[in-house]
């Protein structure tokens, strides 16, 4: 009997749990998150010389990008821009037009902004200022109604980018204009072109904020300056070189301008006992400015340590460290 009402006792709290569990409700399980794609700004399509509309409203410009071109330097009136040597500039060249009818408009380097769109998904912006081709100034001024200018300016950039995407943006509206450059934009031309750049005596070699040119040595054991000291076995190395400066402003130039690698056949780095850059027609040492266009005949002079036989020069650019090589 007591047995009977034990086994009763349990099988009505078996049935009594399991009226509690069928009346919770049921979970659905939870969906799998998917990943949300970036929203893209709305806007439109540009191409080389076909005109967009930029902006809304009063605040709108039409634009007319007409040459995109990849460079290593660029001059403005103010200075003379470098690439560094793992970068490389591009150059966009571009009509800016008040299409109002009856106003005036605003317009200075940072109204709008050209983005590169990189290989590696960064962005690359201008440096917020255009110039006149002419004048190479910056451009700042009231668009008269209608008037319509031609500016450049650019963008530093990896210098294997090969650039397919541009946007142009104005910060009054979230529409940008998207251009396709891929194949379009002129390629890097000159000794920078090389994948190793080497260079034959005589020719002209943009490197630096200058341009150089480097004659074939003359070697010696005899000083040819009298405060360059004579030691037993080292060599002498004499370079006539010409140095002019391209760019708009007074540049200072003095021998370590430029940074100097000798080496051996056996691609050993060769010791530079001294260096010093003396006037072509006399042993007076040289340091001073070069004006706009003006260029200069010097000597650059090595005394070598040890009885060194180098075969090559290396020139180095020693803010942006670009390099050329010349082989002796």
């Keep these: ?15 009594a749990l399991g009226a509690a569990e069928a009346q919770k409700p049921k979970v659905k399980p939870k969906p799998k998150s998917k990943p949300v794609a970036a929203k893209q700004l709305p806007g439109g ?7 967009v ?44 037009q008040n299409p109002h009818s009856t106003m ?31 004048k190479l100034t910056a451009v700042s001024l009231e668009l008269k109604p209608a008037q319509r200018i031609p500016l450049w300016t650019y963008i530093e950039i990896p210098k294997d980018d090969p650039v397919p995407k541009l946007m142009l943006t104005i910060q009054s509206s979230k529409n940008v204009v998207r251009y396709d450059l891929k194949g379009k934009v002129k390629p890097l031309t000159g ?21 150089w040119v480097v004659s074939a040595p003359e ?6 300056i009298p405060s360059m000291e004579v030691e037993e076995s080292a060599p002498f190395l004499t370079f006539p070189i010409t140095v002019s400066n391209p760019g708009k402003i007074v540049k200072y130039f003095r021998y370590d301008s430029l940074q100097y ?10 010791d530079i006992a001294a260096v010093d850059a003396v006037r072509a027609s006399s042993p007076e040492p040289f340091a001073g400015d070069l004006k706009s266009g003006q260029a200069l ?25 670009r390099t050329i090589k010349l082989v002796l």
């Excluded at 009997?1 to 049935?15: G, H, S, Y």
């Excluded at 990849?70 to 040597?85: H, L, M």
């Excluded at 005036?104 to 081709?133: I, L, Q």
């Design 1 to 15: 009997m007591i047995l009977q009402r034990m086994l009763v006792t349990a099988l009505l709290a078996c049935l």
């Design 45 to 51: 399509v540009g191409a080389l010389n076909v005109p």
């Design 53 to 96: 509309r930029l902006g809304e409203g009063d605040e709108v410009f039409q634009v007319v990008l007409t040459d995109a071109s990849f460079e290593t330097r660029v001059v403005n009136a103010d200075d003379t821009i470098v690439a560094a040597a793992d970068k490389k500039l591009l150059v966009l060249k571009f009509t800016v």
């Design 104 to 134: 005036d408009r605003f317009y200075r380097g940072d109204s709008f902004h050209w983005m590169v769109v990189g290989a590696n998904a960064d962005n690359y912006t201008d440096v917020g200022t255009a110039y006149n081709p002419d």
């Design 191 to 211: 000794i920078f072109a090389m994948s190793e750049p080497t260079a034959k005596f005589g020719e002209n070699l943009p490197i630096g904020v200058y341009d």
């Design 219 to 224: 070697s010696s054991t005899k000083s040819p």
């Design 261 to 270: 690698e000798f080496t051996d056949a056996d691609g050993t780095p060769v």
């Design 297 to 321: 005949k010097l000597r650059l002079v090595f005394r070598l340590a040890g009885n060194a036989k180098p075969v090559s020069l290396t020139l180095k650019d020693p803010e942006k460290g």
